[in-house]
């Protein structure tokens, strides 16, 4: 797990270094210009986070990748304990082509 | 009682896109890609983008939320293949390399043959004939190996196998040569940079991630055995699929709110998928990979010709048919490694 994330920490830095990695599909969509409509929100959290894509869209990226990582990395751990749970060997397995 | 009624609990607002979604719909779409990308080590953007289509997702949207979803699913898929030792993270550094300088020229490759004029048609096409080459490889690696069996012809350890191009690879020689102790070989550096790359320009160019092409050549170009194949290109994805979510962050085409719904469903059936391929045989996953390409080819020649809701359909009845096999592979499986165990005491 710490490897992983050693491993994810430094790709990412790396990846970093070089401008549009992303795919190339959806460039069309590039001319609109979104605004999130903040009046119609009362969650103070989901608020938050449509003001800061109207005013600081940088922040608002850094902000989407770390929580999508660490959400993910939350998941997998809570996954990992249910499935631990379930009595199946999930440490190894046969590769067996046919 | 109330909550039967009234069935407003069922949607959610998308505080960015201004949109109300059904949101078990979401849940279903992360779970199905999460349970067929855990098994074929790929992201499966191709099967998201009509599904959030059919529920009203808005389009400006769909690859942003797409990939951000991806990169978080990826992340729990190799948590779990890393554990089977699915996972050649030697092997998955060196492709990053050619990957991102693939992809990188692919992308500047389809934005200058955009400002000479209309490439859509021609990029679906170069997409179908790609595709179509890959399932035929997958299909006929499958006969070849079946024929061989029959005459009692085996390749070492691997057992019988039908398309080895990996072998003729592997005999170029220029160093720096790099042993790959997951996957179980050694080669030149050059030859994972060089398929990565090509496969990236290939991303690059067709405006997907990759998993799909990346795959299949981890199988018969690079030479590995297909869990690690499946365990490493989950890898990629995730590295990939995190930057491609900043990126689109950046141009405002996200929905946050949507991401963590699908990356809930996304969880539980990475772990189905994941785990299936304990139970599955390499030449399973083969086939069942070959079929999900096949459909996808069609569908995309469908959208062309103007059938977008019958493409549409084909891509979700694909989806559902191949979630219920890889299910049934993993909870048979299951049941039986547990009936075992019991007997042993």
Partial sequence: ?98 | MEMFGDSSWLYMYMPIAGVTIFWPGLVLIGFSVGVIGGFFGMGGAWMVTPGLNILGFPMAFAIGTDIAHIAGKSMVSTMRHSKFGNVDYKLGIVMIIGTMFGIEIGAQLIMYLERLGTVGTVVRWVYVVFLALISFMVFYDYYKAVNKKKHGEADGERGTEGITWYKTLHKIRIPPMMHFEKAGFTCSAWLPIIVSFVTGILAGFLGIGGGLLRMPALIYLIGCPTHIAVGTDLFEVMISGLYGAFTYTLKGRIELVAVFVMLTGAAIGAQIGTVATKYAKGYGIRIAFGIAVLCCMVSIILKEYGFAMMSAALILGTISLICIYIMKIMFVGAAQELREKKARG
């Avoid at chain 1, 790396?14 to 590039?30: M, R, T, V, Y």
């Avoid at chain 1, 119609?40 to 608002?60: E, G, P, R, W």
């Avoid at chain 1, 850094?62 to 990992?80: C, N, S």
């Fill in chain 1, 1 to 98: 797990m710490r490897k992983l994330l050693k491993i994810g920490a430094m790709l990412s830095g790396l990846l970093a270094l070089i401008p549009q990695l992303a795919l190339a599909a959806g460039e069309k969509a590039d001319e609109l210009i979104v605004v999130a409509d903040t009046r119609v929100l009362n969650n103070s959290v989901m608020l938050y986070f449509a003001d800061l894509y109207n005013t600081n869209i940088l922040l608002f990226a850094i902000w989407a990748v770390v929580l999508t990582a660490l959400y993910g990395v939350f998941l997998g751990v809570t996954m990992d304990f249910i499935m631990a749970r379930t009595g199946l060997d999930l440490s190894k397995r046969k590769i067996v082509e046919h």
